[in-house]
């Protein structure tokens, strides 16, 4: 007759491994605010797209003088003015022989620059005057936003005009009228939300506990901020870029021959019946960048958003 065998009790080490694979296979679906942004981000397929179109756009711009196939202001085809596209010419010939393809690829680069830099110069200086004047308030406040109101009662063509009639037509002053513009924007909305965030528990918290002003703003508010901003300075890029196009076409921003989008809309003003290709190009260059650059900023507020949360 056989005894039956009794389990042995498990040791320590074993109920200690089975009390942690639980937790260990739990924390593995523990969602970090970064993967919660792209599971809501990535369902967006227009966002998505526009996402796509920017960074190819940007990588073209980077690769520009690699890929274009032809010198965008030194190349002069007298023998094929003012051509329809071809397999020569991919986008045609401008009026004095120029590789129109070419210079869209060169223009990226100007177009984006132009964008990008007076949106970054313009964000840095709103928010921190923002900063200060929501946290503060007072009359650090008051003045702050007064010279907001001042700024916002000038359209921002007609204020980037101002200021490059001031300081000469160039592109670098372009890029400094566009950022004024940007700054009472970024200062109003920053602004907003830390009069908001000051309010909120863990700043009591933080200011009990003896931090100072300079901590609270840089490690507190400041982070509450970063979506709204990133959301509007995405959006930003594409109206800075249609304003310095404009400042181009109007004569006022870059000058004949850079390859810059609005300067070649202003070169093709007087061919667009003969040879409408010659515009036609720029301008869906401008069209699809500034409309990539609205669609993901759209994408980016509402998967920033926790109000939106599209269950999968």
Sequence with gaps: MTTPSIPTPPDAAQLAAASVAPVAASAGAVRTPWREFWRKFKKQHVAMAALVFVLLLVLVAVLAP????????????????????????????????RDIFSRILMGARISLAAGFLSVLIGCLIGTALGLLAGYYEGWWDRI???????????????????????????????IVAVSVFSVPAFARLVR???LVLKQMTYIESARSIGASDWTIIVRHILPGTISSIVVYFTMRVGTSIITAASLSFLGMGAQPPTPEWGAMLNEARADM?????????????????VLAFN???????????PKIDRQS
Excluded at 71 to 96: K, Q
Excluded at 273 to 289: D, G, K, W
Aim: glycine residues 10%; proline residues 6%; negative net charge.
């Design 66 to 97: 690699v890929l274009v196939p032809y010198d965008a202001e030194g190349f002069f085809d007298y023998d094929r003015l003012n051509e329809l596209p071809s397999a020569v010419h991919w986008f045609g010939v401008d009026p004095l022989g």
């Design 144 to 174: 702050v936003m007064r010279i907001s109101d001042v700024l916002f009662a000038f359209p921002g063509i007609l204020l980037a005009l101002g200021v490059v009639a001031i300081l000469g037509s160039n592109m670098t002053n372009v």
């Design 192 to 194: 907003g939300n830390t």
């Design 273 to 289: 019946v003969n040879a409408p290709h010659v515009a036609l190009f720029p301008s869906l260059a401008i069209f699809l960048t």
């Design 295 to 305: 669609l993901l900023g759209d994408g980016l507020r509402d998967a920033l958003d």
